[in-house]
């Protein structure tokens, strides 16, 4: 079924983008010193939001295209751990960024790595998931 195919490789490059945030895009991103931050900051935010909005499209695409052609239970899970990771991104991620184009704050930066290890265990579900359809 194509729609399968479409959900497992949305949800695989889904996780292979979080895990890269999150081993290698975030970390270092927080090695930035406060004097750098700023254009830092909006180089990662300008480098970023096109990936995350085609990543999501996709998400968004494939899981409706899944639960149109008969929704299993797997699909329901791979779609609300993605929905998971989605709202976390809406209500934590995309927040903190915000305050943090304002400036270095060490602590938001550290609740910015701690919602992010959220968004990859919920796109690691998700793909587990699509795996089981």
Do not use: C, K
Not at 63 to 71: D, E, F, P, V, Y
Not at 74 to 101: D, N, Q
């Amino acid at each position: 079924m194509p729609e399968n195919i479409a959900l497992l490789t949305a949800t695989a490059v889904h996780l292979g983008f979080q895990a890269t945030v999150t081993v290698l895009v975030y970390p270092a991103l927080a090695r930035v010193p406060a004097a750098q931050w700023m254009s830092a900051h909006r180089a990662h935010s300008r480098a970023i939001t096109p990936v995350v909005a085609v990543v999501y499209g996709s998400l968004l695409i494939t899981g409706g295209w899944a639960l149109w052609s008969g929704a299993s239970a797997w699909t329901w899970i791979t779609v609300f751990s993605t929905a998971a990771a989605m709202l976390v991104t809406a209500l934590v991620a995309a927040p903190l960024h915000g305050r943090l184009g304002r400036g270095h704050n060490p602590g938001l930066v550290r609740q910015l790595l701690r919602a992010d290890r959220l968004r990859t265990v919920a796109a690691a579900v998700a793909l587990i998931a699509a795996l089981m359809r």
